[in-house]
């Protein structure tokens, strides 16, 4: 009976070791604050690179206006986004779970959005024979939209690790 005690106890602090020095809750909780400095990165990246096709094309249009416009309505508010959600790490607020998540989703869509009329406006720039010596907002083009298509796959990625380490409750 005494050793069958021993072997609970051991089991109960085996079990109380376990879930205080081997928790994934260290390293999970740092995963948020990660993603948004990736999407900080992002978006000022995609305004860099979209920003001398969209307003240096005087003689010829390398960008379409309203490609311009939602490229620059996607990337300059989630750059705020992300600047508040990092300040707010820092002086220890949180944001609820959900409205992370509900703007996980809006950018991952508005990206995508992004991405596809920043490739479609290239496509059709360069499909019509009339290749200027320079080509360099081409390529600033093709940059802007394969990053945005990474933005969009890194806001995915957080939407789904915002929505389980929320629904664990490891989050608020």
Do not use: H
């Not at 081997?22 to 990660?34: C, I």
């Not at 869509?109 to 991405?115: D, E, P, R, T, V």
């Amino acid at each position: 009976m005494a050793s069958a005690e021993q072997g609970a106890g051991t089991d109960q602090t085996d079990r109380g070791m376990r879930k205080e020095y081997f928790s994934s809750s260290g390293v999970t909780k740092f995963l948020p604050p990660v993603f948004k400095l990736l999407e900080l990165a992002v978006a000022i990246i995609c305004i860099g690179l979209i920003d001398d096709p969209a307003n240096n094309s005087r003689f010829r249009v390398f960008l379409a206006t309203r490609t311009a416009s939602l490229a620059y309505s996607t990337f300059v508010p989630f750059l705020i986004f992300s600047v508040i959600y990092l300040f707010g790490k820092v002086i220890r607020e949180n944001i609820p779970w959900k409205l992370q998540s509900l703007l996980n989703l809006t950018a991952f869509i508005l990206y995508l959005a992004s991405a596809a009329c920043i490739l479609n406006d290239w496509s059709e720039t360069k499909t019509r024979n009339y290749w200027p010596p320079n080509t360099q907002r081409m390529d600033y083009m093709c940059g802007a939209g394969a990053v945005a298509v990474i933005g969009a796959l890194i806001y995915l990625l957080d939407l789904i690790v915002t929505v389980r380490l929320g629904v664990k409750g490891e989050i608020e």
